[in-house]
């Protein structure tokens, strides 16, 4: 041994509940806590180092292994809402305990669940260590060869990219495509080989491996340094403005580190495990919170019908000093009495819960955001936006109005707005709202996903508890599955999200990558159901088309689900389509069960769920930019049962392209024996609608 | 000209009330605005640029003058406590209105009193200029000459100094000795020929002037930059930590420069021109503010004998983590319920209003500060802090309990804290609190004088008034009489105070200085009142000496007089001086009126005040650390009126040093017409209670 002093115990193994997936955890000579992973004995994760560097102390190296736990857990939980309404949590659980030279006490804790593994540092109460500047974590994923990976670049401040497909060795040269539209912290980084979890990685031996994290409280994100030369990934954190990633006080265990793995697609979407490593509820009683399909005066912002948020062209206004019912309106403003009202109305006929109103209250003139201290107050509407009349027209159409607290990025400002902002939520008759942090932080030592922020984010959603209130959060730092642990934490945006077909486009690949990465963390607040999709269609001028089929956008209800799904586009555009519309106004929003059929990252998905709250089903399959034959299978339904089957599907000559408003709809009677090769266009897709026959 | 394109329209003049204040406004060639400052024909700032810029806009040079506004404004208004019942506000004022050739507009707006000058720049808006993060303000105090100075270093994080008197032309040199001893950001920045204000200068033709800001709100603090070759002083705004010095949006006002000048020292301490620059109160309804005299649980802490603010010794105690019952006490805690109960039964014997008590609530157990994101909770009292139990003895002993919030420095956290903490305190019937901000800053982009800790303070102030609750600050930044806008803002620290009698000591000169500097920006809570003052007394290995006679200590009642009034030392040492003790239950905190008889700067003040609330007047005067014969002429008294005069004076042989506590208390019977000459000890004061005799 190269250092005396220190000798290692012995390895320590553990397996998964079914024995397929193996975790090797050792010391090396010099020390080093390292682990490897294997799945059905393939090689998942090569020799990987453990470790955290502090200002004050350095978990490094020079451990031996003091002994190690291990336990086993098996339970099953109900989630107040999502894809299954009981989930299994069943891991087995090793603990290694080490001490170094130095005295310094480290734990670490993996859980190695069926479908992957998690670990997390466990930093004891210990004398030599109390409070720890975090300069770095030195957890390494390294791969075994050159994967394939579907990634996202590094960024403080945003992860609004599409997707990348590159090797490992090719990440350096992929992510420069990247340059001059990523965020102002990423290029001052110059994060030129860095990359955002989650991403998925697919080995050439066939191994689908997914790495996130779960659990994110009181520590920054993780983003991955890609080694294109080994194909290791080691961890990023995310460091505050002036360079320290975060600042602990022990006992401290950290977020988990996520591995998920299969050699089969299907199980990436359908694993649970970031879930399972979240904390159960923290709120009591849940009776009030409640899933929410909802229309919103929003996306006429976006179609190039020059309308906007702001009441005024008077880029002077100053909320709370200017006296809007002064200023010169600039009559094209959406949030305006008149037209919300006709939101309500559509929104009680067609049986939506809710009605999101962007650009209702004072500070949008300008958009100074960084610049100023304050910018928006969130208990002032415009003078346009009568909201005691609103409030109670919407309380007589058994209508929620749905709250927007857009901060332009000043936390600081929002929290000592939040208690204001969310009692007159309360007073008005909401309970539900959408956040929003656009442009850079302030306090102005944070980023995005900087531990301040993520501080924030809990501080949001534990007040927003104290109030009885749901969040829909967007530009917060991306889920970690910590819907377990507060439930009124409906969706995140934390991707790039619908509203970029009115500026540059999603392909198709986009929403078909999305399941399989960032949604592992919680739901997405992706804004289907845009029926027109060519914008030019609006005559004023916008050329951009969206990417897809109108049928597709009804598969996305199915393969992109959410707690709080949006029907994007505008009633006018529905009330052109009301046979395909019929399909949104019945889709569930929750489920008791889900069945993924088919899956290929960033090619297709198909997937079939059981509603809730009756005994249908849905099935919903997308493709990426090529035609594609979905095989159904429908050996899921109940046996001997007969269904009527509502197929939604492209028409023969659909393409997102040239023609994609062409649709079909059919009927048909299926059991659990049937088996149905359904077509898909080029940026397609279709959604079924099975109601058992009496 | 050398700039064909600038044309000046022309100086602009303006005089004092009374005529012998000048001021003149003019743009040189280079289009740069300046202005001079005369005092009864003397020079007292000579030609001095002004100007502002911003990473936006330069609002520096090529400026003309479009056109000027003059006004008189004469008022007296009643402040709701303080040194005066009637504070008379009369001013000439020009408002000279400029634009740049790049058609920035800036208008610079002078008040004329006099007892001197304020100005500020008002930026109006405009169309060239929305948002300004600003770089830097050029505003300029260049003195005619190598004037003597009291100082303290440049810092952006504390001004808790002792003044050092230099030569302009020393300062550098003078600076030197603060070395070690100055806060990490002081040593960060080599602030080497940097000052705080307020400061004094002295000029060798005998004027006396005082520099310092009104009304700083929404802005950075002012330090000023000493070129020591031409006797010029530069505004240097202190910025946050990533540089920017503060973000306006426009319009703006910033807060006003102050030049208070007189040809006697008395005027300086009688000038009542900072307050004056200041808005009438924002708050209605004053009638709950109650100015207050109080003792308190925390000079124990300073004694020498352990005692500590901690419940436990325990370190690695986490607020709202740790069970506080279950650590061990570590018996050195004097905020627990018995001793707290011994200091209301004193209070209410002696006539106080209040009791305060550090050392209340979780949190002490380390001292983490900027390292740890939350240290202290403001509704958790430590298990031996019996809080039910002692409001209701407080009550019934009518007296209130003082609240303590020690934040460590999180304002963010404080934020996020105070509705809950607010309400806290009037659920338990407080209605002040003295808030605390030890450590650095957090948001960590702050420091203790930027912007953003402008901002909070301001929060706080105006979250306090809608509680009804007033508040005594320490460690925020420095007032500049914003306790006209919030009278609630009963006090500050913020200059180097009592405590440090335990910690080196307070020369004598130390409060003979104070009054000129720092109270001219409101009333400090120096916690006068020390009987014991050598700590060696308490036997516990503590060699610090006060460096004050007994005598000294009350004089100190009237020399710094403030609203909200401690009487430092333990109940034990009143007890037994209970003679002199009578003097610090007499002593009003609120005054009719006041009377400067004897001042000169860092040597000796001699001062008269009238009880608001009775016909008795009182005189208090100190010397340095020389001997002196204050000669008090009683002519402020009402004529043919007789009045008993109880005088507390230093014994013969007393001196701060071989035996500070040689007091005589005598009794005389004095008219307008007395003269007295009075002895004064080398670090002694005397002080002197005036009754009608009927």
Redesign the interface.
Known sequence: MMLGAVMTMGAANISSPNGEIKLHVDVNPQGQPYYNLSYKGKPVISDSKLGLAAQEAKFIDRFTILSTDTASFNETWHPVWGEYSEIVNHYNQLTVNMKNVDGLLMNICFRVFDDGMGFRYEFP?QDKA??L?VENEVTEFNFPGNNTMWVIPGDYDTDEYLFTETRISDVTEALKKYNGVHSESQREKALESTVQTPLLAKSDDGLYISLHEAALI?YPAMQLDVDTATYGLKSHLTP???G?RG?L??PFNTPWRTIIVSDDARDILASQLILNLNEPSKIEDTSWIKPQKFIGVWWEMFTGRQKTWAYSDD??A?PGVTDYTKLTPNGRHPANTENVKKYIDFAAENGFNGVLVEGWNEGWE?W?S????RQFLFDKPYPDFDLPYLREYAKEKGVKLIMHHETAANA?DY??QI?RAFQFMKDNNYDAVKTGYVGAII????HHTS??MV?HAQ?VIEKAAEYEIMVDSHEAPRPTGLIRTYPNWLAQESARGGEFESMGGNPPSHTAILPFTRLKGGPMDYTPGLFQTDLSYYNEGKTDKAMTTLARQLALYLTIPSPMQMAADLPENYMRFPDAFQFIKDVPIEWRDSKYLEAEPAKYITVARLDKNSDDWYVGGITDENPREAEIDFAFLPQGEKFKATIYADAPDAHWDTNPQAYSITTKTVTSKTKLKQKIAPGGGFAIRLEPMK
């Open positions: 109460i109390n409070y500047a009181g505050d403005r002036l320290v600042y006080q022990l880029y002077r100053k300008d100074a960084y610049r100023k201290n600081q929290e000592r208690d306090p102005r030592s944070e531990q301040g501080d501080f």
